[in-house]
């Protein structure tokens, strides 16, 4: 069974930035991809950003392009999701996932494992 613990989550102005981490449990981190997805209160979870098994591949969603970033320290079983220019639109809890795959997908269902979710409000 495989852990997600993620942190880094908080409340900053519109503007600033924040970085999340997520630790993961097991020898399997290096093998598939991570991600990172969002749930905004009254909406749907949806998928924010993601990154391949060696770091060299990612995805995002194009509200985030240019100012969210994601990362991985397969050494430490961690991915990073580094978040600049936060807007208030930006406030939802974030999970943390494990793809079922090496390549990286956007679709719920291709993850198999989620964390507990950390919130980040982003204040106007």
């Known amino acids: 069974q495989v852990q997600l613990v993620e942190s880094g989550g908080g409340l900053v102005q519109a503007g600033g930035s924040l970085r999340l981490s997520c630790a993961a449990s097991?020898?399997?981190?290096?093998?598939?991809?991570m991600g990172w997805f969002r749930q905004a209160p009254g909406k749907e979870r949806e998928f924010v950003i993601a990154?391949?098994?060696?770091?060299?591949?990612?995805r995002y969603t194009d509200s985030v392009k240019g100012r969210f970033t994601i990362s991985r320290d397969n050494t430490k079983n961690t991915v990073y999701l580094q978040m600049n220019s936060l807007k208030p639109e930006d406030t939802a809890v974030y999970y943390c996932?494990?793809?079922?795959?090496?390549?990286?997908?956007?679709?719920?269902?291709?993850?198999?494992?989620w964390g507990q979710g950390t919130q980040v409000t982003v204040s106007s």
């Open positions: 996932a494990r793809a079922r795959t090496t390549w990286v997908p956007t679709v719920e269902n291709d993850y198999a494992y």
């Open positions: 097991g020898r399997t981190f290096n093998i598939y991809a």
């Open positions: 990154i391949d098994r060696s770091g060299a591949s990612t």
